[in-house]
């Protein structure tokens, strides 16, 4: 079987604007500009899959159902720029919920890599081709240990790491900058800057990093 590759994406600050605990539908707004974005890579034959950590189940702010609800209208959304997720994963667990069954320590919860290597099982990615974007650091290492290529989205809360696990290949002004990095490393293009750093980072970009050169 041949193996695709993949854009992972969180949800909360990559995909949709930040929102604390989203519960319900209208808590979830797609970016502007987002959906024709995607659509460029979904041509580009990448599966798109999000993967999201759910701990507000298992603290008992919201149902699985509720979730599922949330998710059929972003899919409804992203089916207005004709874009479709070929998977959602999420993590309902967290070791401080308040549901005895949910609340243990998981392999799937981010930064552990569970969900992208199960995902990988289930729809045949090609992980060592695929990218993860995602706007935190747990993202970063989750796609990091999952052999994923890793973007960053700077939404102004994180600070460099000095652990490699939890170093992003690149960063990105926001996620259509990200898509659009991919987009021209993959196609070999050299007018996309590779070199952002978010202001709060005091580490100057590596030489390597500096332009994609066809």
Known sequence: ???RRAIFLDRDGTLVHPYHYPSRPEHLRLYAGIGPALRRMQDMDFALVLITNQAGIARGYFTVADL?????YLKEQLAEAAVTLDGIYYCPHHVDGVIPELSIRCQCRKPRPGML???AQELAIDL???WFVGDILDDIEAGNQAGCHTILVDVGTEHASSAAIRTPKYIARDTIHALTIIKA???LESDVSLTYRP????QPASSEEVVCNS
């Open 1 to 3: 079987m041949t193996k």
């Open 68 to 72: 599922d609800v949330m998710h059929t």
């Open 117 to 119: 290597l199960q995902a």
């Open 128 to 130: 060592s081709s695929s």
């Open 185 to 187: 490393v993959t196609l």
């Open 199 to 202: 202001p709060q980072w005091s």
